[in-house]
């Protein structure tokens, strides 16, 4: 069966507008869909790199208990997660998993390590 959604655990975390801390959330695979209509987005027109912006809020259903994850959180995020989330989201989407080969520096053996929960 296909894996359609994947845990993430933002590096730092969204803290929204009442000072709670968000950091475990759900990113869905995108669909052609995802990628094409926000290209036709005015915000994306005018710059380019807010194309991001509106994919990853089209694609992340959930956020610990936000309950809309829209631009505004996308926007909110900081620079790190925003990182994380793009490389999660390219990871996911192109290999269909959420595991990045890595090798120990020690006794260069290599092993798969989860994108979802870094730092574990």
Same mark, same amino acid.
């Given at each position: 069966?296909?894996? *359609?959604?994947?845990?993430?655990?933002?590096?730092?975390?969204?803290?929204?507008?009442? #000072?709670?801390?968000?950091?475990? #959330?759900?990113?869905?695979?995108? *669909?052609?869909?995802?990628?094409?209509?926000?290209?036709?987005?005015?915000?994306?027109?005018?710059?380019?790199?807010?194309?991001?912006?509106?994919?990853?809020?089209?694609?992340? *259903?959930?956020?610990?208990?936000?309950?809309?994850?829209? *631009?505004?959180?996308?926007?909110?995020?900081?620079?790190?997660?925003?990182?994380?989330?793009?490389?999660?989201?390219?990871?996911?989407?192109?290999? #269909?998993?959420?595991?990045?080969?890595?090798?120990?520096?020690?006794?260069?053996?290599?092993? #798969?390590?989860?994108?979802?929960?870094?730092?574990?």
């Amino acid at each position: 069966m296909l894996q *359609t959604e994947f845990e993430f655990t933002l590096p730092r975390g969204y803290v929204d507008s009442e #000072g709670n801390l968000h950091k475990h #959330g759900v990113m869905r695979l995108a *669909t052609a869909a995802d990628e094409i209509l926000p290209l036709r987005d005015p915000r994306v027109k005018a710059n380019q790199a807010y194309l991001v912006v509106i994919l990853l809020s089209r694609v992340i *259903t959930k956020l610990d208990n936000l309950s809309d994850i829209n *631009t505004k959180v996308i926007e909110g995020l900081f620079s790190a997660d925003l990182a994380y989330l793009q490389n999660f989201y390219r990871q996911i989407n192109e290999d #269909g998993h959420a595991m990045i080969e890595a090798t120990c520096p020690e006794c260069n053996k290599s092993f #798969g390590v989860e994108l979802g929960h870094p730092g574990e």
